[in-house]
């Protein structure tokens, strides 16, 4: 029987499809014929297809013969043909292609309904049924039955032109015929067996398949009522359901449900009118009480589909039914199926109950209810709009039988049947919930009984309850009143349980359940059981027996929490009523159990929102009281802590409540938790936990730290990083038992992010330690980027336990050897965690790795030396320098150095690796030594800097060969210093040290004993510590302190300066004023006011959004009134690059209410503000020096003008401030005006932006400063951190040393900041350290309580307050937690100072033992002293430049071009194409580079590169006069005049020697240096006994190296050298000396000087220009009577010696001085007797020519020197006629040559003639 049905279903199901589509018959044969064997694969589509064509032909011939044959053969023909027609088809795989296939199917059906009549005619029933079984089943001779009925199926499944032909030949009525035998007379063997054949199973599905085609059709239902058969069938079904044919039960009852969905009006008439529906009622309720259950039901759901598909067509069916009792009939039946087991009846069953659901839609009018809203309501319910036109409740009989049916029986699965069915009513349209319950009231009548019923019934009953309020939207009050009180009876605690359960999801839908159960009383309730339950959990602690109603009860508490939990979530107030009922106690005793403790914790976290101080000392509390057992409690309540730590808010309560300290101490509890093998306690406990837990409390102390600067400040004070990086390496997985081995070379090395990979994300078996110390580093690598608390990588915990784990891989130690569940996270989080945390990632550049909490950093440096293991010394060193790299790759940018500096990394480093320090072949020698030089350039502490020089040092150490430094050093070429701009050029050089250790004496310092090596390795450090990053001016080549402001991050930061001044009324009290100091300062100043600041800018924004930079804003206030106005301020505009100042009375008030910024800087006819442009002045990434004077002048007005680096910007007119703030004419003499003031962008003023920049020193004087004063402070630099008292400029020495005078008057400076003066502090201290005042203004400016003793302030403090004068500002606070960075700068340059200085730098040069490391010490030399001025100053204190010097004398061998150029650097004169060549260090100009006795003996020729210098910086157009001047305050030219004292001087260092002092003189002409040029040359005369006439000159010129002594003309040859040099410098272009200047200049020499060079013994050539000297002097007529009238002789020699009686007195013995008396000389008659001496050298008639004809000889050409005549032709062609008109001949040069002519002619006759060539 259930093969056969469930053959027939999938029949049906087949037939179905079929008969969707009737236009491809391929679906139908296919599955009818998928047994049978098809050769059509065989045989290609053209057979196929020729054999349709010829079976066509054969039906077309037998067509035409047919009507002239007897019916006998037309039958046997058609027969014939049909094996055929049957086998192509199967051949073909059911594709058809017959042309006259209608007419076929007609054929076949008429002949098959001929033979089904023949065989029924006149028979019995039962033979008849025999008959047809025979007829239709393949059994027997004849089988041309089953072929017909084979055919017919197959024709029957075609297209539906083919069925209407089978319907037409009426088969219907003839199969109906045959289905009634079939089904009313059972064969006996069936009755007996119950089984059928398999041909008999095959007839039977074909017959029913035709039907089922046949009366899918109208037609074929039509043809049926003329049969008369389906009365019968009908009635037969309802009568003799328990005596018919069990095999043709289910074909009959699906053929006759098709018939009923084919209805037509027709056959509901033919119906009616036979009473079938009633007789079959009435059989019905006679079987009811006899058949079992299941056959009654199968029965009455045939008829009921006749009524119920009737109805849509004729209500007539459903009224006969009704009528008749059929619904009562179906109560009895449906209350019959009470105790069926499951699956008995069920289709059947089911049935029933859904034509019984759908006839609750049958009904002719709608109900009419009236609306019985209760509120109140959810806010989008809306009754009018639930109704709608679509399947509303119009019959309630049918419903009240399934109510009843549900109110009678307590059966499960009837029940679950009918309240599915309600629920199905209410699916079908909204409306219809409140047609039954405002009618029938169904499931609040249900709610009464409902703890009756079974518990999968309750389950499902009151998630009928929950559908309402959650699918519905509406909010039934009676029924959850009902629901409430079952709660309260808790009759049947599973009931009790469900309800709360259907209560929770009700809850979780809308607060206003909140409100409702709390009012009705549920709350109350619900804690008053807890209360209950928490004492007795409290008294049978320890005592636990499980059974199934504690199993029951533990669920309800759990669901009781649950449903408080969701009572609280959102609502304050039942979180308080909570806590008034006192339950918090009660409350945390339920923690314990892991059941309870998810809801627990959530009602826990309602109560943070009221107290987070009550929820953090709990949670504190319960993780410090926690056992080490306890991991999943402590897991728990961490993810808890967590979620609430979410909030900024509950921050401080955490930090109050010792949750820092608390978390740390599950660090220390967890002390050898990962030791590997596992040991103790931990041995039960997977590694996975105790990993899990180590990342939650990290991630909870990321959490509390995160972007809360009191938490990070709290943290970092009270040494919490230490702490934690102490009990990480405790743990068990790192290192703790002494020494290291001794280091291996490594021969690959990974990155930390290839260590992460390989360990977690392929087959590379690391060790346990390893993979565990891995997972520790990488969650201090997302602490440090402050994202930890935002990654997830394990994942949650489910309850189920000996879940395996997921990557198992390595065999069945998996859990060990991977112990997390890795959830690698991808490079962006998801954007929730951002909206929840928010992102201060975002505000940097990923490029620029940002490191937010630095202290993890030294966490990890603290655990580095402990990442090791015995045995695995290979992989130990390779992660070692793994995570050292990545510290390394975190401090690449110049902002994480900075950043770092102030974490105290430095020491910590200098501290935990000492090993590595100590050898310098450890694998992380030199990548500690590059980051910790990093950092030190940017900011490092003296006794830090003294650790790692290690100057306190302790037992020497063996040092690694310098090979590798000395090759980097001998490459590095000659670059200088400040144009050093790669960063890592020296870096990559740099190797050194060791470690730090306790002063020992001098005696066994390292220092004596590592000599060059270490000072190699030291120089090489501090030059990487020293060098500057990048390009800068000389004056700011170290970054000074500052505050750098991103308007990236929050679009604002600034500086607020609270009471710049207080303009007082007469009556107004003193103590609303602020500040610091006594008196009033009168704002605006009264003359005039100056602003200077140095500053940086790092990035502009962007053009569209660009954001001004504010360098000063002044804000005035009177009180009592609400308006606030800016009066003053400066600011720059990077879109057209423009400077604004501004003095108008602006409303101080958001930007989007400002007027726009346009109509602001139109100028008016008194502008109130000027505009400067800065062209490209301005350069990101350079220190900038700004000034704005404003001086004042009469009637308001003022001249502003705007200096960038000296330079002038422009300069204008403009209003002066207003006496008084807006439109205030006058002030009351009770009130007062607050001034105050911003530097940078303030809160209300917000616009975000990409612009960076750095404010630095920062100063407002009340005077307009002058031009030389901003030059000063511009050469100062942003290094200087005064008051302008007493400058001194780096450089100047003793030649400016006398006592500096004030640059600014002390009273007149209202403030200055600097970042480097500043410190962190809270309100409360500036109100305890200065006043009431400004700690309520900078609290409010910050936005924080007055009363605040915790938030850290930022204070630059005012560095004048201690001057004399009126009131100050405190000083500036920062604003903007995100926007503002504070750097303090002291980089190693500076902190050298405190620990020795220059001392040390020239400690290394005295331990140089090579010329590698001599330079390296000299360039770290050079480049501290020219970038700090402190250490050129204290370098001077202590003679240094002398002892350097003395060094470099010392080791001349090792000098070379290389360090030459540093001293050029040094002195400030090696950036000749760059800089300004102005001599810059006076004491190393003088002492160093002057000191050519040094480079005298120096390789490499270098006393000529230093002269070459010297001429290249005096010969400079620009600044050769200032450096000449310098040179003469330095003594050069005795210095030079000492050289030529040297015989061993060369021709060639003569000649640039004397061009120095060409330059010199020109530079800077003095008769001092004359006099002693003089003197020498006096020395260089021979005695009057050498005929110097007979040496020849020519050979000297011809040998520049030779010595001087060498050559017997050399003397002769330099004294010409001298003269000329004076010639040429008398003669000058450059020099123009006054009439007076070259009488002092003559004077000071004498005429007897001049006159020695005109001795008649001398060598011509110094004749000559002995002659030209003394005539360029003659020239003045003034000098030149002098000279005739007679002058003093020996004045050169009196003013040589004008010291030397000083000298002669501190002898011992006085040696006679010969007293030379005075006595005069008449020039002419001297010069006439000497002249004629010379009377055959031309070139003298020639020069008194020209003093005869007062023309100043200059160099006549080549063709006119040939003979005198030439040369006197030339002289009387070129003179000068106006100056012989102007002054006349000169009757002395006449007297001259005339006497020479007559010495001539005399000559000519008494001697032998005198040849003039």
């Given at each position: 029987m259930d093969k056969a049905a469930e053959l027939m279903w999938q029949l049906e199901d087949s037939a179905g499809k079929a008969g969707q589509q009737e236009q491809s018959p391929d679906d139908g044969d296919k599955a009818e014929v998928s047994g049978q064997p098809s050769d059509s694969k065989d045989k290609s589509p053209q057979s196929h297809t020729l054999k349709w064509e010829t079976l066509s032909r054969q039906f077309v011939e037998y067509e035409q013969v047919a009507p002239f044959l007897i019916p006998e053969e037309q039958q046997r023909r058609l027969l014939d043909f049909l094996p055929l027609f049957l086998k192509a088809w199967e051949q073909s795989a059911g594709v058809i292609i017959f042309p006259n296939i209608q007419l076929l199917a007609s054929e076949v059906s008429k002949l098959l309904t001929k033979e089904i009549k023949r065989n029924l005619n006149g028979k019995p029933a039962e033979e008849a049924r025999l008959a047809l079984e025979q007829l239709l089943q393949q059994k027997g001779e004849a089988e041309h039955g089953h072929l017909l009925l084979k055919s017919v199926y197959l024709l029957s499944q075609t297209d539906l032109r083919t069925m209407w032909n089978i319907i037409g030949s009426g088969l219907p009525a003839a199969l109906m015929q045959c289905l009634y035998l079939f089904f009313t007379f059972p064969l006996k063997k069936t009755i007996d067996d119950g089984e059928t054949s398999e041909d008999d199973t095959q007839t039977q599905e074909m017959l029913v398949k035709i039907m089922l085609n046949m009366y899918r059709e109208e037609q074929g239902v039509e043809e049926l009522l003329a049969a008369d058969k389906l009365q019968s069938l009908i009635i037969a079904t309802a009568s003799l359901w328990d005596q018919c044919s069990c095999s043709w039960k289910v074909p009959t009852g699906r053929v006759l449900r098709t018939i009923s969905k084919a209805q037509t009006k027709n056959s509901i008439v033919y119906l009616q009118a036979v009473d079938c529906i009633k007789i079959a009622i009435q059989n019905l309720f006679k079987l009811a009480d006899t058949l079992p259950a299941c056959d009654v039901c199968e029965a009455a759901s045939i008829v009921l589909c006749f009524v119920k598909d009737s109805y849509p067509i004729s209500s007539a069916l459903l009224t006969e039914f009704e009528n008749n009792d059929g619904y009562q009939l179906l109560l009895k039946i449906l209350l019959r199926c009470e105790g069926l087991q499951p699956n008995e009846g069920d289709p059947y069953l089911d049935e029933i109950l859904d034509m019984l659901t759908c006839l609750t839609t049958c009904g002719k009018t709608e109900l009419k209810v009236s609306g019985n809203i209760v509120h109140p309501q959810l806010p989008h319910f809306d009754f009018e709009r639930t109704r709608s036109s679509g399947m509303t409740v119009k019959n309630l009989q049918p419903f009240q039988v399934l109510q009843s049916i549900f109110q009678k029986s307590n059966d499960e699965h009837l029940c679950r049947r009918i309240l599915a069915a309600i629920g199905t009513i209410w699916a079908w349209d909204t409306v219809n919930f409140f047609l039954l319950e405002w009618t029938l009231q169904p499931i609040n009548k249900f709610t009464d009984i409902i703890h009756f019923k079974p518990h999968p019934v309750q389950v499902q009953f009151f998630g009928l309850v929950e559908s309402i309020v959650l699918d519905l939207s509406y909010i039934p009050h009676e029924i959850l009143k009902k629901v409430q009180y079952l709660i309260k009876e808790n009759t049947v605690p599973f009931c009790t349980l469900a309800a709360l359960q259907c209560l929770l999801s009700m809850t979780k839908k809308d607060l206003l359940f909140s409100d409702i159960f709390r009012d009705s009383g549920l709350l109350g309730l619900l804690l008053a059981l807890l209360r209950k339950q928490a004492k007795i959990l409290r008294k049978s602690a320890g005592t636990h027996l499980p059974s199934l109603e504690e199993g029951t009860e533990k669920e309800l508490n759990a669901v009781m929490l649950k449903m408080v939990a969701a009572l609280t979530v959102g609502s304050v107030r039942n979180t308080v009523v909570l806590k008034d009922y006192g339950m918090v106690p009660y409350i945390k005793i339920f923690l314990d159990d892991e059941c309870y403790r998810s809801a627990t914790l959530t009602i826990l976290e309602q109560l943070s929102v009221i107290s987070y101080e009550e929820y953090m000392s709990i949670i504190i509390g319960a993780l410090c009281s926690s056992t080490q057992g306890e991991l999943h409690l402590k897991l728990d309540l961490l993810k808890s802590l967590l979620r609430i730590l979410e909030s900024p808010k509950s921050h401080s309560a955490f930090r109050t409540c010792s949750g820092f300290n608390g978390l740390l101490s599950l660090l220390s509890d967890m002390e050898g938790a990962l030791q590997d093998p596992p040991s103790g306690l931990w041995t039960a406990v997977g590694q996975n936990c105790i990993l899990e837990l180590v990342f939650y409390t990290l991630q909870g102390i990321t959490a509390a730290l995160h972007l809360d600067p009191v938490n990070s400040n709290f943290f970092q004070r009270n040494g919490l990083f230490e702490k934690m990086a102490e009990d990480l390496g405790s743990l068990g997985c790192f290192w703790t038992q002494g020494k290291w081995?001794?280091?291996?070379?490594?021969?690959?090395?990974?990155?930390?992010?290839?260590?992460?990979?390989?360990?977690?994300?392929?087959?590379?078996?690391?060790?346990?330690?390893?993979?565990?110390?891995?997972?520790?580093?990488?969650?201090?690598?997302?602490?440090?980027?402050?994202?930890?608390?935002?990654?997830?990588?394990?994942?949650?915990?489910?309850?189920?336990?000996?879940?395996?784990?997921?990557?198992?891989?390595?065999?069945?130690?998996?859990?060990?050897?991977?112990?997390?569940?890795?959830?690698?996270?991808?490079?962006?989080?998801?954007?929730?965690?951002?909206?929840?945390?928010?992102?201060?990632?975002?505000?940097?550049?990923?490029?620029?790795?940002?490191?937010?909490?630095?202290?993890?950093?030294?966490?990890?440096?603290?655990?580095?030396?402990?990442?090791?293991?015995?045995?695995?010394?290979?992989?130990?060193?390779?992660?070692?320098?793994?995570?050292?790299?990545?510290?390394?790759?975190?401090?690449?940018?110049?902002?994480?150095?900075?950043?770092?500096?102030?974490?105290?990394?430095?020491?910590?480093?200098?501290?935990?690796?000492?090993?590595?320090?100590?050898?310098?072949?450890?694998?992380?020698?030199?990548?500690?030594?590059?980051?910790?030089?990093?950092?030190?350039?940017?900011?490092?502490?003296?006794?830090?800097?003294?650790?790692?020089?290690?100057?306190?040092?302790?037992?020497?150490?063996?040092?690694?060969?310098?090979?590798?430094?000395?090759?980097?050093?001998?490459?590095?070429?000659?670059?200088?210093?400040?144009?050093?701009?790669?960063?890592?050029?020296?870096?990559?050089?740099?190797?050194?040290?060791?470690?730090?250790?306790?002063?020992?004496?001098?005696?066994?310092?390292?220092?004596?004993?590592?000599?060059?090596?270490?000072?190699?390795?030291?120089?090489?450090?501090?030059?990487?510590?020293?060098?500057?990053?990048?390009?800068?001016?000389?004056?700011?080549?170290?970054?000074?302190?500052?505050?750098?402001?991103?308007?990236?991050?929050?679009?604002?930061?600034?500086?607020?300066?609270?009471?710049?001044?207080?303009?007082?009324?007469?009556?107004?009290?003193?103590?609303?004023?602020?500040?610091?100091?006594?008196?009033?300062?009168?704002?605006?100043?009264?003359?005039?006011?100056?602003?200077?600041?140095?500053?940086?800018?790092?990035?502009?924004?962007?053009?569209?959004?660009?954001?001004?930079?504010?360098?000063?804003?002044?804000?005035?206030?009177?009180?009592?009134?609400?308006?606030?106005?800016?009066?003053?301020?400066?600011?720059?505009?990077?879109?057209?690059?423009?400077?604004?100042?501004?003095?108008?009375?602006?409303?101080?008030?958001?930007?989007?209410?400002?007027?726009?910024?346009?109509?602001?800087?139109?100028?008016?006819?008194?502008?109130?503000?000027?505009?400067?442009?800065?062209?490209?002045?301005?350069?990101?990434?350079?220190?900038?020096?700004?000034?704005?004077?404003?001086?004042?002048?009469?009637?308001?007005?003022?001249?502003?003008?705007?200096?960038?680096?000296?330079?002038?910007?422009?300069?204008?007119?403009?209003?002066?401030?207003?006496?008084?703030?807006?439109?205030?004419?006058?002030?009351?003499?009770?009130?007062?005006?607050?001034?105050?003031?911003?530097?940078?962008?303030?809160?209300?003023?917000?616009?975000?932006?990409?612009?960076?920049?750095?404010?630095?020193?920062?100063?407002?004087?009340?005077?307009?400063?002058?031009?030389?004063?901003?030059?000063?402070?511009?050469?100062?630099?942003?290094?200087?951190?005064?008051?302008?008292?007493?400058?001194?400029?780096?450089?100047?020495?003793?030649?400016?040393?006398?006592?500096?005078?004030?640059?600014?008057?002390?009273?007149?400076?209202?403030?200055?900041?600097?970042?480097?003066?500043?410190?962190?502090?809270?309100?409360?201290?500036?109100?305890?350290?200065?006043?009431?005042?400004?700690?309520?203004?900078?609290?409010?400016?910050?936005?924080?309580?007055?009363?605040?003793?915790?938030?850290?302030?930022?204070?630059?403090?005012?560095?004048?307050?201690?001057?004399?004068?009126?009131?100050?500002?405190?000083?500036?606070?920062?604003?903007?937690?995100?926007?503002?960075?504070?750097?303090?700068?002291?980089?190693?340059?500076?902190?050298?100072?405190?620990?020795?200085?220059?001392?040390?730098?020239?400690?290394?040069?005295?331990?140089?033992?090579?010329?590698?490391?001599?330079?390296?010490?000299?360039?770290?030399?050079?480049?501290?002293?020219?970038?700090?001025?402190?250490?050129?100053?204290?370098?001077?204190?202590?003679?240094?430049?002398?002892?350097?010097?003395?060094?470099?004398?010392?080791?001349?061998?090792?000098?070379?071009?290389?360090?030459?150029?540093?001293?050029?650097?040094?002195?400030?004169?090696?950036?000749?194409?760059?800089?300004?060549?102005?001599?810059?260090?006076?004491?190393?100009?003088?002492?160093?580079?002057?000191?050519?006795?040094?480079?005298?003996?120096?390789?490499?020729?270098?006393?000529?590169?230093?002269?070459?210098?010297?001429?290249?910086?005096?010969?400079?157009?620009?600044?050769?006069?200032?450096?000449?001047?310098?040179?003469?305050?330095?003594?050069?030219?005795?210095?030079?005049?000492?050289?030529?004292?040297?015989?061993?001087?060369?021709?060639?260092?003569?000649?640039?020697?004397?061009?120095?002092?060409?330059?010199?003189?020109?530079?800077?002409?003095?008769?001092?240096?004359?006099?002693?040029?003089?003197?020498?040359?006096?020395?260089?005369?021979?005695?009057?006994?050498?005929?110097?006439?007979?040496?020849?000159?020519?050979?000297?010129?011809?040998?520049?190296?030779?010595?001087?002594?060498?050559?017997?003309?050399?003397?002769?040859?330099?004294?010409?050298?001298?003269?000329?040099?004076?010639?040429?410098?008398?003669?000058?272009?450059?020099?123009?000396?006054?009439?007076?200047?070259?009488?002092?200049?003559?004077?000071?020499?004498?005429?007897?000087?001049?006159?020695?060079?005109?001795?008649?013994?001398?060598?011509?050539?110094?004749?000559?220009?002995?002659?030209?000297?003394?005539?360029?002097?003659?020239?003045?007529?003034?000098?030149?009577?002098?000279?005739?009238?007679?002058?003093?002789?020996?004045?050169?020699?009196?003013?040589?010696?004008?010291?030397?009686?000083?000298?002669?007195?501190?002898?011992?013995?006085?040696?006679?001085?010969?007293?030379?008396?005075?006595?005069?000389?008449?020039?002419?008659?001297?010069?006439?007797?000497?002249?004629?001496?010379?009377?055959?050298?031309?070139?003298?008639?020639?020069?008194?020519?020209?003093?005869?004809?007062?023309?100043?000889?200059?160099?006549?050409?080549?063709?006119?020197?040939?003979?005198?005549?030439?040369?006197?032709?030339?002289?009387?062609?070129?003179?000068?006629?106006?100056?012989?008109?102007?002054?006349?001949?000169?009757?002395?040069?006449?007297?001259?040559?005339?006497?020479?002519?007559?010495?001539?002619?005399?000559?000519?006759?008494?001697?032998?003639?005198?040849?003039?060539?």
């Amino acid at each position: 029987m259930d093969k056969a049905a469930e053959l027939m279903w999938q029949l049906e199901d087949s037939a179905g499809k079929a008969g969707q589509q009737e236009q491809s018959p391929d679906d139908g044969d296919k599955a009818e014929v998928s047994g049978q064997p098809s050769d059509s694969k065989d045989k290609s589509p053209q057979s196929h297809t020729l054999k349709w064509e010829t079976l066509s032909r054969q039906f077309v011939e037998y067509e035409q013969v047919a009507p002239f044959l007897i019916p006998e053969e037309q039958q046997r023909r058609l027969l014939d043909f049909l094996p055929l027609f049957l086998k192509a088809w199967e051949q073909s795989a059911g594709v058809i292609i017959f042309p006259n296939i209608q007419l076929l199917a007609s054929e076949v059906s008429k002949l098959l309904t001929k033979e089904i009549k023949r065989n029924l005619n006149g028979k019995p029933a039962e033979e008849a049924r025999l008959a047809l079984e025979q007829l239709l089943q393949q059994k027997g001779e004849a089988e041309h039955g089953h072929l017909l009925l084979k055919s017919v199926y197959l024709l029957s499944q075609t297209d539906l032109r083919t069925m209407w032909n089978i319907i037409g030949s009426g088969l219907p009525a003839a199969l109906m015929q045959c289905l009634y035998l079939f089904f009313t007379f059972p064969l006996k063997k069936t009755i007996d067996d119950g089984e059928t054949s398999e041909d008999d199973t095959q007839t039977q599905e074909m017959l029913v398949k035709i039907m089922l085609n046949m009366y899918r059709e109208e037609q074929g239902v039509e043809e049926l009522l003329a049969a008369d058969k389906l009365q019968s069938l009908i009635i037969a079904t309802a009568s003799l359901w328990d005596q018919c044919s069990c095999s043709w039960k289910v074909p009959t009852g699906r053929v006759l449900r098709t018939i009923s969905k084919a209805q037509t009006k027709n056959s509901i008439v033919y119906l009616q009118a036979v009473d079938c529906i009633k007789i079959a009622i009435q059989n019905l309720f006679k079987l009811a009480d006899t058949l079992p259950a299941c056959d009654v039901c199968e029965a009455a759901s045939i008829v009921l589909c006749f009524v119920k598909d009737s109805y849509p067509i004729s209500s007539a069916l459903l009224t006969e039914f009704e009528n008749n009792d059929g619904y009562q009939l179906l109560l009895k039946i449906l209350l019959r199926c009470e105790g069926l087991q499951p699956n008995e009846g069920d289709p059947y069953l089911d049935e029933i109950l859904d034509m019984l659901t759908c006839l609750t839609t049958c009904g002719k009018t709608e109900l009419k209810v009236s609306g019985n809203i209760v509120h109140p309501q959810l806010p989008h319910f809306d009754f009018e709009r639930t109704r709608s036109s679509g399947m509303t409740v119009k019959n309630l009989q049918p419903f009240q039988v399934l109510q009843s049916i549900f109110q009678k029986s307590n059966d499960e699965h009837l029940c679950r049947r009918i309240l599915a069915a309600i629920g199905t009513i209410w699916a079908w349209d909204t409306v219809n919930f409140f047609l039954l319950e405002w009618t029938l009231q169904p499931i609040n009548k249900f709610t009464d009984i409902i703890h009756f019923k079974p518990h999968p019934v309750q389950v499902q009953f009151f998630g009928l309850v929950e559908s309402i309020v959650l699918d519905l939207s509406y909010i039934p009050h009676e029924i959850l009143k009902k629901v409430q009180y079952l709660i309260k009876e808790n009759t049947v605690p599973f009931c009790t349980l469900a309800a709360l359960q259907c209560l929770l999801s009700m809850t979780k839908k809308d607060l206003l359940f909140s409100d409702i159960f709390r009012d009705s009383g549920l709350l109350g309730l619900l804690l008053a059981l807890l209360r209950k339950q928490a004492k007795i959990l409290r008294k049978s602690a320890g005592t636990h027996l499980p059974s199934l109603e504690e199993g029951t009860e533990k669920e309800l508490n759990a669901v009781m929490l649950k449903m408080v939990a969701a009572l609280t979530v959102g609502s304050v107030r039942n979180t308080v009523v909570l806590k008034d009922y006192g339950m918090v106690p009660y409350i945390k005793i339920f923690l314990d159990d892991e059941c309870y403790r998810s809801a627990t914790l959530t009602i826990l976290e309602q109560l943070s929102v009221i107290s987070y101080e009550e929820y953090m000392s709990i949670i504190i509390g319960a993780l410090c009281s926690s056992t080490q057992g306890e991991l999943h409690l402590k897991l728990d309540l961490l993810k808890s802590l967590l979620r609430i730590l979410e909030s900024p808010k509950s921050h401080s309560a955490f930090r109050t409540c010792s949750g820092f300290n608390g978390l740390l101490s599950l660090l220390s509890d967890m002390e050898g938790a990962l030791q590997d093998p596992p040991s103790g306690l931990w041995t039960a406990v997977g590694q996975n936990c105790i990993l899990e837990l180590v990342f939650y409390t990290l991630q909870g102390i990321t959490a509390a730290l995160h972007l809360d600067p009191v938490n990070s400040n709290f943290f970092q004070r009270n040494g919490l990083f230490e702490k934690m990086a102490e009990d990480l390496g405790s743990l068990g997985c790192f290192w703790t038992q002494g020494k290291w081995q001794i280091p291996l070379r490594l021969e690959k090395t990974r990155t930390f992010a290839e260590f992460l990979d390989a360990a977690f994300c392929s087959s590379e078996p690391f060790p346990m330690w390893l993979k565990n110390c891995i997972w520790i580093l990488n969650f201090l690598d997302h602490m440090v980027k402050g994202t930890l608390h935002l990654e997830s990588y394990f994942q949650e915990r489910k309850p189920e336990m000996g879940e395996a784990s997921r990557d198992d891989h390595e065999g069945p130690q998996a859990q060990e050897e991977h112990p997390v569940a890795f959830k690698r996270p991808g490079n962006k989080l998801p954007a929730t965690a951002y909206r929840l945390w928010g992102n201060p990632e975002e505000k940097w550049e990923m490029g620029d790795c940002a490191i937010v909490h630095p202290g993890a950093v030294c966490v990890m440096v603290r655990l580095l030396p402990k990442l090791y293991k015995e045995g695995h010394s290979q992989l130990s060193q390779e992660i070692q320098c793994a995570v050292v790299d990545h510290i390394q790759s975190l401090v690449k940018s110049e902002k994480s150095r900075q950043v770092m500096c102030g974490s105290g990394l430095l020491s910590t480093i200098i501290t935990s690796c000492q090993d590595a320090f100590h050898d310098e072949s450890h694998p992380l020698h030199l990548p500690l030594t590059r980051v910790f030089e990093k950092l030190a350039s940017q900011a490092i502490a003296p006794d830090v800097l003294r650790q790692f020089l290690w100057l306190g040092g302790s037992l020497p150490l063996p040092s690694r060969p310098s090979t590798n430094k000395t090759e980097a050093l001998s490459c590095q070429g000659s670059h200088s210093t400040n144009a050093t701009g790669n960063e890592g050029s020296e870096e990559d050089k740099v190797d050194n040290k060791t470690d730090p250790q306790t002063v020992v004496p001098v005696s066994s310092s390292p220092w004596v004993s590592k000599g060059s090596t270490l000072a190699l390795q030291t120089a090489m450090s501090l030059i990487s510590m020293t060098s500057p990053r990048n390009f800068q001016l000389r004056s700011t080549a170290l970054a000074p302190s500052f505050v750098e402001f991103d308007m990236s991050t929050e679009g604002y930061g600034c500086l607020y300066l609270p009471t710049l001044a207080t303009v007082m009324g007469p009556s107004a009290e003193q103590s609303v004023s602020g500040g610091i100091g006594m008196g009033t300062r009168m704002f605006p100043p009264p003359s005039g006011l100056t602003f200077s600041c140095w500053f940086l800018v790092s990035k502009f924004g962007l053009v569209h959004n660009s954001h001004p930079l504010r360098f000063l804003t002044v804000v005035r206030h009177m009180s009592r009134t609400e308006q606030e106005f800016v009066c003053f301020s400066v600011s720059f505009f990077p879109q057209d690059h423009s400077l604004v100042i501004s003095t108008e009375e602006v409303e101080f008030q958001p930007l989007d209410i400002m007027e726009p910024e346009s109509e602001v800087l139109n100028p008016s006819p008194f502008p109130g503000q000027v505009q400067f442009g800065c062209g490209k002045l301005l350069v990101t990434g350079q220190w900038h020096h700004l000034t704005v004077t404003v001086a004042k002048e009469a009637k308001k007005n003022c001249i502003v003008s705007a200096y960038i680096n000296g330079q002038m910007l422009g300069s204008a007119k403009m209003q002066y401030l207003q006496p008084l703030p807006g439109s205030c004419i006058s002030m009351e003499p009770s009130s007062f005006i607050d001034v105050y003031g911003y530097i940078a962008t303030p809160r209300i003023w917000k616009q975000m932006s990409s612009l960076t920049w750095r404010l630095g020193p920062t100063y407002l004087f009340e005077e307009a400063i002058s031009v030389a004063t901003i030059e000063v402070i511009n050469k100062l630099g942003p290094q200087y951190c005064s008051n302008f008292q007493a400058v001194q400029l780096q450089g100047e020495d003793k030649y400016s040393d006398h006592n500096p005078t004030p640059l600014v008057a002390e009273e007149k400076i209202s403030f200055g900041i600097n970042a480097m003066c500043s410190s962190l502090t809270t309100v409360q201290d500036i109100k305890s350290s200065y006043n009431e005042v400004d700690g309520r203004l900078i609290a409010k400016e910050i936005g924080i309580n007055s009363r605040d003793s915790s938030t850290p302030i930022f204070l630059a403090k005012n560095i004048a307050a201690h001057l004399s004068g009126f009131l100050r500002t405190i000083g500036s606070v920062a604003v903007g937690q995100y926007g503002v960075r504070v750097f303090q700068s002291s980089p190693a340059a500076t902190s050298l100072n405190f620990i020795g200085g220059p001392a040390i730098l020239l400690g290394l040069i005295a331990m140089a033992r090579d010329d590698h490391t001599m330079y390296a010490a000299v360039k770290v030399l050079n480049s501290i002293l020219n970038s700090s001025p402190m250490s050129e100053k204290l370098m001077r204190h202590m003679n240094g430049y002398q002892l350097l010097a003395y060094l470099l004398k010392r080791k001349t061998q090792l000098l070379n071009n290389r360090i030459l150029q540093l001293i050029f650097s040094l002195v400030g004169t090696a950036e000749l194409g760059f800089e300004s060549s102005i001599i810059k260090n006076y004491s190393a100009f003088q002492y160093v580079l002057c000191n050519f006795e040094l480079w005298m003996k120096t390789p490499e020729n270098l006393d000529l590169a230093v002269f070459s210098h010297l001429v290249e910086i005096l010969q400079s157009s620009r600044d050769g006069c200032q450096n000449a001047a310098v040179a003469y305050e330095v003594q050069m030219v005795p210095k030079l005049i000492f050289l030529f004292n040297d015989p061993e001087i060369g021709n060639s260092r003569i000649t640039v020697a004397c061009t120095i002092l060409s330059h010199l003189l020109q530079g800077h002409f003095n008769t001092r240096d004359v006099v002693r040029i003089g003197l020498f040359l006096v020395y260089t005369l021979k005695p009057s006994s050498v005929d110097e006439n007979q040496i020849c000159l020519d050979s000297v010129a011809e040998m520049p190296n030779e010595a001087l002594s060498q050559t017997s003309g050399k003397t002769i040859w330099l004294r010409n050298q001298l003269l000329k040099m004076l010639l040429d410098v008398m003669r000058s272009d450059k020099l123009h000396l006054s009439s007076e200047e070259l009488e002092t200049t003559f004077l000071a020499l004498g005429p007897d000087w001049f006159l020695l060079f005109t001795q008649s013994y001398l060598h011509s050539s110094t004749v000559v220009l002995g002659i030209k000297l003394l005539l360029c002097f003659l020239h003045n007529r003034l000098l030149l009577n002098k000279f005739k009238e007679g002058i003093v002789a020996g004045r050169w020699l009196e003013n040589s010696s004008a010291g030397l009686s000083i000298l002669m007195d501190n002898l011992k013995t006085h040696p006679p001085v010969a007293d030379n008396g005075s006595f005069l000389i008449f020039g002419f008659s001297v010069l006439q007797r000497c002249l004629t001496d010379h009377v055959h050298i031309p070139e003298i008639y020639l020069l008194v020519a020209g003093l005869f004809l007062a023309t100043p000889l200059s160099e006549p050409p080549e063709a006119a020197k040939k003979d005198l005549e030439s040369m006197l032709q030339w002289i009387l062609q070129n003179h000068l006629t106006e100056n012989v008109l102007k002054i006349g001949l000169c009757a002395e040069a006449a007297s001259l040559l005339l006497e020479m002519v007559r010495v001539t002619v005399d000559k000519l006759y008494s001697g032998p003639c005198v040849a003039l060539s």
